[in-house]
Nanobody
């Protein structure tokens, strides 16, 4: 499985971005795909994931939404009301064996895309 993340950029606080994670080698409907992020000098953290239903970190609940387009084999992360604290490198990850209880654990994921940088200016 290969994952290609894109859509990052520079945006002002309050703005929006949509990240894309295009998968190849396996259909997204057979994978759990999640988004993680890592800010400078911080540990990587779970942002959102999609199995049968979406799941979100508390810090992005209500502002971010994750969706899946099976026809394009792509998972999206729509990010609204962005804050400077959202500045980070965002990674998509996939794992056929991920279940709800370990979805937020990066060790559960077998495949990772390259990061896409999101910078939110104040």
């Amino acid at each position: 499985v290969q994952l290609q993340a894109s859509g990052g950029g520079l945006v002002q606080a309050g703005g929006s971005l949509r990240l894309s994670c295009a998968a190849s080698g396996r259909t997204v409907s057979r994978l759990v795909i999640a988004w993680f992020r890592q800010a400078p000098e911080k540990e990587r953290e779970f942002v959102a994931g999609f199995k049968s239903n979406p799941s979100y970190a508390a810090s992005v609940q209500g502002r971010f939404s994750v969706s899946r387009d099976s026809a394009k084999n792509t998972v999206y992360l729509q990010m609204n009301s962005l804050k400077p604290d959202d500045t980070a490198a965002y990674y998509c990850a996939a794992g056929p064996g991920v279940i709800l209880s370990n979805m937020r654990n990066e060790a559960a994921y077998n495949y990772w895309g390259q990061g896409t940088e999101v910078t939110v200016s104040s």
